[in-house]
Every structure is written in structure tokens, then in C-alpha cells.
């Protein structure tokens, strides 16, 4: 095996596992999602938990996050609640940030 191969699989083996933080870090952001529009919603602790597990569901509908950003939108709009577009993203934004540094210190 030569040098080449040798960086050639290492920058693939490195690939391989930023795209597997990318994917756990989009999950815990969409479970943190959750448990903050649940935290609005006046949801209890076990409702909460069950809303973010299916937040991180929603996820797996479409690709890209439009399917978490609606569902959250319709199910605070289902309680009653107005939370702008803007509000919605800048939390996305803000809890994604949160969610790379969990899963860059937890391994």
C-alpha cells in the first residue's frame, strides 16, 4: 500500500465520521427542538420526552429540515400558541450549535 492509499482511506475513514456527528448532532438538535416547543406547549416531563422523540421522527419525512420546522410550527399553532417563522429557525440555529458541542464532547 502506498502513501497515497494510505491518506486516501484516512480522509475517507474522516469523512465517514463527520457525517456521523453531522446525523447524531441533527437528532439531538430535533430532540432538543422538542423538548423546548413541549416546554411552550405546558407539556409534562414523559409527554415532553415522547414530543421530542417524535420530533426527531419528523426528521426522517423529507430531507432537509422543512418537515421538523412544519411540524413544530402546526403543533404549536395546534396549542394555541403564536411563535413566528423567525423565532422557530433562530432556536433551530441556536439548538444546533448546542447539539455539535454535546456530541463533539461526548466522544
Not at 475513514?13 to 423546548?36: M, P, T
Not at 396549542?79 to 439548538?95: C, N, P
Request: proline content about 1%.
Amino acid at each position: 500500500m502506498t502513501t497515497f492509499d494510505d491518506r486516501e482511506k484516512g480522509f475517507e475513514s474522516k469523512y465517514a465520521l463527520d457525517q456521523e456527528q453531522e446525523f447524531k448532532a441533527v437528532a439531538r438538535r430535533n430532540k432538543l427542538l422538542g423538548l423546548w416547543a413541549a416546554e411552550k406547549m405546558g407539556l409534562g416531563a414523559d409527554q415532553a420526552e415522547e414530543y421530542g422523540r417524535a420530533i426527531v421522527k419528523a426528521d426522517f419525512e423529507q430531507p432537509g429540515e422543512e418537515d421538523v420546522y412544519r411540524k413544530i410550527a402546526q403543533d404549536l399553532e395546534g396549542a394555541g400558541l403564536t411563535v413566528s417563522e423567525g423565532e422557530i429557525r433562530r432556536k433551530m440555529d441556536e439548538l444546533s450549535s448546542v447539539a455539535r458541542e454535546q456530541i463533539r464532547n461526548a466522544e
